[in-house]
């Protein structure tokens, strides 16, 4: 063991312990004798399915949720039941995944506040100490600490959460999920930053789905499934594959469905043809009837302008779009819909559900008139249809009238899902269809998606990630500056493979055409990130 230079804590003590921690919610078992962890100058990731008890653990660490049983000591001092200004007195700080920011004051003033009465600055010196404080998350250069908190990016808030948390100076830091609305930039200003912690003796609890980022970054990993521990795991000799089959308790290998064998002709149900919007096109391609196929690419080559253009939410420039053999104007979203196009959207709460609403709501809203008859809503059939799918999506909710903004967000996914599913459509059109979305949630949503394939409809799938669109899809196509650059066939479909794809691009003919025979004018002849 070492100290810190700076008269920190003994690295490898332990800073945070939680014996035999049991929690119950009803009839509802949260944790069930968990005990867990955390050391002096470690990253200890906490991972599992939503459901699994690591928001109840986190909530009883921070003093704001009541065990039943168990003890938990923070710098080897006993906290008290239901006492998180204790917990902040002994030294443990928490940046919470929905922040908790006074939108309308200054960032200086939000991190004047955080930091307890004994270390914050003189009153004057606090824009000085608000730099300071940024820069060691690389947002010296965003954030000023005269801007009001409001006008943040969610990006910029997430980080601003955490650095919230280290105004405190902690011995332990709590990370819920941090991040979830984070680009690959702000992911490694945030892993410096937690790097910094773990060189100064601060223990870092890392709570997050996504599990390379936790085998990067942590030390140590435990995982939690339905309110049980599985073991705490050595990061360097645990492999992604194994984490998953810990998580959900099923092999690795079971993740995607295969697909249905087909038999006979292809049936086109979606056909685009040099389709123009605003910050994409011309892009051509066509939809089989149960077919799924990837969108790759990085952020910011018109994936979501393609997509809002495709659901009818913004009129294309040029060019034509068929679906079941009818030629659509896409001029509204009930258009698009009639035809069968429907979007499910990546942004869940703030565009596909109503959060002070139901389960039952929230899945069939835009589905009434099948459940109508002379102008009465038949609730027996009605309940009936959300209960199969309910099942059917294994979303977990105590009832149907649950609102949905207390279901975890792989549940808030799956309502999502429902209310697509509902409509029948013959092309889905799903943009991120399991960000920010547990692991076993995840398996779920691949299942159902094929299941829908299975059934007819054409799915296109925008994805962030490769393995996702090698295990989901029948073929990928690749988007760069606005335009497909190339088609992978399903039987060259792996990650490293799409990868390459993005990065360096598909060689060109000898008439400047892409290998999906559109002509592509000299700013586009090169893939760029």
Known sequence: MTRDPAG???TGDVVLEMRGVSRQFGAVRALTDVSFDCRAGEVHAL???????????????????DPDRGTILIGGRRLRRDSPAQARRLGLATAYQDTSLVLAEPVKNNLYLAAPPDQRPPYWRRKRWA????????????????????????????LFEVAKALASDPKVLLLDEPTTALGPHEVEALHRAVDACRRRGVGVVYVSHRLPEVLEIADRITVLRDGFSQGTHDAATTSEEALVELIVGRPFDAAFPP?????????EVLVVDALQGQSFGPASFRLDRGETVGIAGAEGNGQPQLFDCLAGRVPPKAG??????KELSLVSTREAVRAGLVLLPGDRKGEALMPVLGVRVNSTIQSLGRFSLLGFLRRRAERRAVRDLVERLRTRTPSLEQPVEFLSGGNQQKVSISRTFLREPSVILAYEPTQG????????????LRARADQGAAIL??????????????????????????????DELDELRIVEAIVRGPGLSRDGRSPLGVAMPKATQQVSL
């Open 8 to 10: 920190g804590a003994t």
């Open 47 to 65: 991972v599992g399915e939503n459901g699994s008890g690591k928001s109840t653990l986190l909530g009883i660490a921070s003093g704001f949720v």
């Open 131 to 158: 730099r300071r404080l940024l820069s060691e998350l690389d947002l010296d250069m965003e954030l000023f600490p005269d801007a009001p908190a409001g006008t943040l990016t969610l990006a910029e808030r997430q």
């Open 259 to 267: 697909p249905t064998p087909t038999s006979g002709e292809p049936e």
């Open 320 to 325: 034509r779009v068929v679906c079941n053999g």
């Open 437 to 448: 979305v547990d692991v076993g949630s995840r398996f779920d949503i691949y299942e159902a």
């Open 461 to 490: 799938v925008k994805s962030s990630d490769p393995i996702e669109l090698s295990g989901m899809c029948d073929r990928v196509l690749v988007m760069s500056r606005g335009q497909f650059i190339e088609e992978i066939p399903g």
